[in-house]
């Protein structure tokens, strides 16, 4: 089992900046995949972003070169650190894990509103 903790969601207008961040609750230091979907409106969740193992990184072509995601192994957490935010990047954001490649955790979620 593993417990994640989202923070760092809020309102920011378009062209700002917001750090998310993902603590869990136990080492994340062999963990196969963590990163972030999101849930816009209306919409599909969409993978947003991934970091593996190995520490390649993965992201969806819309946040490419805006967001970055990173980890702090000793401190368990992963971060997505979200710059040049547009209106679209609007949704709740949710912190996942799979750390064996099979079980999948999820985070509560924390919102992100972007406005024009």
């Known amino acids: 089992q593993v417990q994640l903790v989202e923070s760092g969601g809020g309102g920011v207008q378009a062209g700002g900046s917001l750090r998310l961040s993902c603590a869990a609750s136990?080492?994340?230091?062999?963990?196969?995949?963590m990163g972030w979907y999101r849930r816009a409106p209306g919409k599909q969740r969409e993978l947003v972003a991934r970091?593996?193992?190995?520490?390649?990184?993965h992201y969806v072509d819309s946040v490419k070169g805006r967001f970055t995601i990173s980890r702090d192994i000793p401190k368990n957490t992963v971060y997505l650190q979200m710059n040049s935010l547009k209106p679209e990047d609007t949704a709740v954001y949710y912190c996942?894990?799979?750390?064996?490649?099979?079980?999948?955790?999820w985070g509560q979620g924390t919102q992100v509103t972007v406005s024009s």
């Open positions: 136990r080492s994340i230091f062999s963990f196969n995949a």
């Open positions: 970091i593996f193992d190995d520490g390649s990184t």
């Open positions: 996942y894990t799979n750390p064996s490649g099979t079980d999948v955790y």
